[in-house]
């Protein structure tokens, strides 16, 4: 199967609600290969006519999201309690599903090591509901904060790409946040990692001895720090 023939598959089991990991399972490619054909395909989708993006109503970010992190300062981009625990961060991504309801869609991002942990919808919801949602979403953070959403795309596809490069691959319902995200080419304007180094700390549902030893694959020890 050639370039175009592969895309022209992603884009027909995308259309089918499949996620990233469905389709390389069902097309027999690695998801690396996948992954990058669904954001061109999601960008190509929000080009315009009946597959333009659905309005934008807000999307949030946990502060504390840059500690730790490079930013480019020509961005812009604050961060209003940089002094803040750093490492995971959340992001809520809101668009109009119809007049009076919206479609919600969070993700919890390791920025440090192991990119997009968690995916929460996308649920359809009205602005009550979004309301009670955003609170306890946000609960574990010392606060949050609204933000552009092109800062939302290069920390959450940045942080993917740096998973990814460490030998880590993305959460398998990663296309759900992808697609009410938009379309983006990278590379990020953010540099992650703890510093600039792979900092790995386990998440609830992870096998800690198997990210240790995936980032053994790509790293020595003395190349990234971890707390297990």
Known sequence: MDSAELKERVRELRAEGRSPKEIARALKVPPSAVAPLVRAIAAENAGGGDDREAELIGCWMSVGWSNGLGVDPARGWTDEAPDAEGGKVSVLVVRRHNWD?????????????????????????????????????????????????????????????????????????????????????????????????????????????????ILRRKLSYDEFDYDI
């Open 101 to 213: 309801k919206l479609t919600v869609v969070g993700c919890l991002a390791d920025v440090y090591c192991t990119g997009i942990k968690h995916i929460i919808g996308p649920d359809v919801v009205d602005e009550r509901e979004l309301r009670r949602f955003r609170e306890f979403f946000f609960s574990d953070y010392k606060g949050f904060q609204e933000v552009p959403v092109e800062l939302a795309r290069h920390l959450v596809f940045g942080a993917d790409d740096y998973a990814r490069s460490l030998g880590v691959e993305s959460h398998e319902e990663f296309g759900q946040i992808s697609d009410v995200l938009g379309g983006w080419e990278g590379p990020s304007a953010i540099t992650f990692g703890r510093r600039g180094r792979p900092y790995y700390v386990p998440d609830t549902y992870d096998d800690p001895q198997k990210v240790v030893h």
